[in-house]
């Protein structure tokens, strides 16, 4: 069984940072590592994720360059730092823990993850 647990939403303004945090409890670096966002109203949209073991990372288009993943592995970590937040990053954020095996091309896939977080909110405001 994995146990996740999501802190450091916020509000701020346009132009602001956020660092997200995700202490994960059980076996989750086998497989990726993902954040996912939801606006009301909207899909859930896979942001970043990133394999423990590879260190490989994923990014969605309207994050790259702005937010970056990254992971404490000794302390079971996910992390996810966003800079230059704009009014349509806000949404609930989530973590998650993939299926076993699945493949990079299906990294910011929402099907693909099997445990989810409780979220975070994330408001940025103009």
């Known amino acids: 069984q994995v146990q996740l647990v999501e802190s450091g939403g916020g509000s701020v303004q346009t132009g602001g940072s956020l660092r997200l945090s995700c202490a994960a409890a059980?076996?989750?670096?086998?497989?990726?590592m993902g954040w996912f966002r939801q606006a009301p109203g909207k899909e859930s949209e896979g942001v970043a994720a990133?394999?423990?073991?590879?260190?490989?990372?994923a990014y969605a288009d309207s994050v790259k360059s702005r937010f970056t993943v990254s992971q404490d592995y000794a302390k079971k970590t996910l992390y996810l730092q966003m800079n230059s937040l704009q009014p349509e990053d806000t949404a609930m954020y989530y973590c998650?823990?993939?299926?076993?095996?699945?493949?990079?091309?299906?990294?910011?896939?929402?099907?693909?993850?099997?445990?989810w977080g409780q979220g975070t909110q994330v408001t940025v405001s103009s």
């Open positions: 059980g076996d989750t670096y086998r497989n990726y």
């Open positions: 990133i394999h423990p073991a590879s260190g490989t990372t």
């Open positions: 998650a823990v993939a299926v076993s095996y699945t493949l990079y091309a299906y990294a910011l896939t929402p099907g693909a993850y099997k445990y």
